[in-house]
């Protein structure tokens, strides 16, 4: 599954992997599902997405400064991807962050999103500091020329519990926003 959105992205938004009853599904990711549902809402009340639902490829959604990809590329049995699968997809990872040049802020979703992200920037040749920044919602790490922030991922397990609530992922937006050098919404 590819990543979608704006070319020219400020801020890169990845996350697991796509779902298997969404992505897989519909043709993009992020896309037809709860999390896509959160993630999407988020990047409009952003101002990053021209509309708050995502329900396939033909609905009209446009990402304006953001894109959004994920460090694997297919859907892995029980959403446990290993590692072997993530190595595999890597390089796909990789190739984007180097096409999304003008990206300045990558907003992982997740503790594995993160790890992904460090790894493909690593594997681009980005010198990470030492030690390995640990993932944690909010937390920020400077990659190079870019800037990793960390954000609980829009799973239904984070959502129902309230361990991520709108308010807490419209910060790390907000947060990718001033980063990024985008203006205000």
């Known amino acids: 599954m590819p990543g979608f959105g704006d070319p020219a992205a400020r801020i890169v938004v990845v996350g697991l992997a796509p779902a298997a ?23 409009h009340r952003a101002g990053l997405a021209s509309q708050p639902t995502s329900v396939g490829r033909d609905d009209g959604l446009r990402l304006r400064g953001a894109y959004v990809t994920a460090v694997n590329r297919c859907p892995p049995p029980a959403n446990k991807p290993t590692p072997a699968e993530r190595d595999n997809c890597l390089p796909y990872l990789v190739r984007e962050l180097a096409l999304l040049g003008q990206a300045r802020v990558l907003v992982a979703l997740g503790a594995y999103a993160w790890r992904g992200t460090l790894l493909a920037l690593e594997r681009s ?33 984070n959502t129902f519990t309230g361990r991520l609530t709108e308010e ?18």
């Open 21 to 43: 009853n969404g992505a897989n599904r519909t043709g993009r990711v992020f896309t037809g599902d709860r999390s896509g549902d959160w993630l999407y809402a988020a990047l």
């Open 125 to 157: 040749g980005v010198e990470l500091p030492r030690p390995r920044p640990a993932f944690g919602h909010g937390a920020e790490a400077e990659a190079g020329d870019r800037t990793l922030l960390g954000c609980y991922h829009p799973s239904q397990q």
């Open 168 to 185: 807490m992922i419209d910060a790390v937006l907000s947060r990718a926003r001033e980063l990024a050098g985008l203006a205000s919404v």
